[in-house]
């Protein structure tokens, strides 16, 4: 495969004085092209696939770790640059022809390597990455059903609900291209991001320490490092002094433990856990970590000590103060098994006699804030940038084309067709899933449209929050509601419900995201959805394989009751997933959250965020010189914790702690410095560890060797886990 000889090269750059209406994309982004320049070469697909490949493989390796680490876009986009040029300066210029094309001639180096190339490898990359959720979401429920409900489904219905459930949302995502995409003030300002990227990794280096040199010595040293934390000496991974200090104290440890408590004290010498859930912390800004921090405190160090220790809310002193596990009244661990029937569905007589389902009072609260994250993300949006929107998006339908739309005219656009074509196959396909293999989904045909139904109206409004503001509302707990109410009893029905409804939004999100770096960058747009068609496929496929191997090879897998104390396979996000389907799915919202269950006051948390920021701003309307004021951001701070579980606190500790350091003081202090390295490391840091991990993996972790001693024994935090209420009898724990 070769690159296209295309017409004589010439560059379409603008002499008129038209350019962005948005300050950020004119401080960004070049208002000049160079069609002449190939994209469809060897060099593209072969580190395009490659690397949506590796990606997909390693990242579902690792979502089943307690430390899940997630290996985004930017990893690629940074070590294909200079393999990419080694290629164009070793591949073989010679031109030839293939029988068929006629005259059409084909080159496996046709010269320099591009940004443009660059760019379509990282898409691939992206799609190998699931857009930054590391594998499928769809995954999720064949592992809930194999590792957790321990029930069967076949390899080609988990293969079908996962590809299906990616590709969904493309077909009517491209349809709305012209509303959410080429208009200028639709500007996408996380795309901004990577085209400032790109630009810099693309500059001429004038530098002893190239950003190529750089790169290779943070990973070496990143893989060699990972051997201590990651096999020699674990407990540095989890480092909670405090249990160490006070052993036989459940109330220290519930404090100190970094994995089961508030983490306070607690660190970490172990990337993954710094990295994991919240993704690297070098690459988000400084006033994002700033939002973090002021939420995760309010929660972890204000709301829940008091919560549990000053009002012993929901009988909070029978139940760990941290934890995702659903328990019986008493505290013991409610048996989910014992409550499924032999048709999947809920056992109703052996659901009363078990009792009410009861959460930790961690658990609880993340709900409730939950519930108030979406709420006051709808009204924070429509009070703080609901005009905005609207006189932008009438100005996207009235106003002139700018600059780079109109250099995007000269490339052909993608036939309506193909999104039609796409959208009819997906939902043919799913519908025949539901209806042929209904006894493995257990979702209805008239819930496949529905999801999709809801989908679709969501998909624009949404788009064009997140075009304007880069704030994504969720339809996860809204769809896991929904069908709650509507088919409770069935937890695979829900959590499919949940995936066709919300995956197929926030894919079709991330697809029209994507599209507009490529409006940015000038990419062909049939090239642009090509390969996040074939990326997307490709790495749906890559990730169901590694699950299905990971979940029959490996013993315990996903239980962590049963598996040693060092074990990495914990499964810590699926075991939410899981618990959600039985609070959603098996049980339904009525005996959780409604009139038959414990937590029916966490509904209030609806009316309180959609009340916040209307509070916040009619204080803003009544004191508009106070510039702090609109910067009060509820939809963060409610939403600041919104990864935990099964994030811990000590990942959130790390994460803040390191963003801190690079985002604000290197950054103010050693500026040149984070502008030419700081991606650079963070890249360098991901691919280290999880080169690392995958070999430890193969060499040894296969055949389960490795040292036994004090220091891979876990975090040493016992009783963190403990209940403190009088009676309560708990294997291990002390009985008050």
Known sequence: MGTLEGPPAYTTGSEEDEVSPIEQVRLTVTNTDDPTLPVWTFRMWFMGLFSCALLSFLNQFFAYRTEPLIITQITVQVATLPIGHFLAAVLPTTKFRIPGFGST??????????????????????????????????????????????????FFAGWLLIITTQVLGYGWAGLLRKYVVEPAHMWWPSSL????????????????MTRAKFFVIALICSFSWYLVPGYFFSTLSNISWVCWAFPNSVTAQQLGSGMRGLGLGSLTLDWTVVASFLFSPLVSPFFAILNILVGYTLLVYIVIPLAYWGFGMYNAHRFPIFSSRLFTSQGQPYDIAAIVNDKFEINLQKYEEQGRINLSIFFALSYGFGFATIASTLSHVALFYGSEIYKRYRASSKGKEDIHTRLMRQYADIPSWWFYLLLVVTIAVSLALCIFLNDEVQMPWWGLIFAAAMAFIFTLPISIITATTNQTPGLNIITEYIMGVILPGRPI???????????????????????????????PPKSMFLVQFIGTVLAGTINIAVAWWLLTSITNICQDDLLPPDSPWTCPGDRVFFDASVIW????????????????????????????????????KAFPKQSWIPLINLPVLFGATSMMPPATSLNYNSWILCGTIFNFFVFRYRKQWWQRYNYILSAAMDAGVAFMAVLLYFSLGIED??????????EHCRLATCPTAKGVVIAGCPVN
Not at 126 to 153: D, E, L, M, Q
Not at 593 to 616: D, E, H, K, Q, R
Not at 705 to 712: A, L, S
């Open 493 to 523: 029905a829900n959590v499919c419900f949940k995936i066709y409804g919300y995956m197929s939004m926030a894919q079709a999100v991330s697809f029209l995201n994507d599209f507009k770096l490529g409006h940015y960058m000038k990419i």
């Open 193 to 208: 991001v990577q085209v400032s990227l790109f630009r810099a990794l693309h500059e001429k280096e004038e530098q002893r």
């Open 705 to 714: 060797k490795g040292p036994n001693w004090w220091g891979t024994d876990g």
């Open 105 to 154: 001639s084909f080159s496996l180096n046709p010269g320099p390597f591009n940004k443009k190339e660059h760019v379509l490898v990282s898409i691939f990359a992206n799609a190998g990455s699931a857009f930054g959720n590391g594998s499928a979401y769809g995954v999720g429920i064949v592992t809930i059903i194999k590792a957790f409900y321990r029930r069967k489904i076949s």
């Open 585 to 620: 799915g098996l049980v339904g919202p009525k005996r959780i959250f409604g009139t038959l269950g414990n937590y029916s006051s966490m509904n209030w948390f609806f009316l309180g965020g959609a009340l916040g920021p209307v509070v916040v701003w009619v204080f803003h």
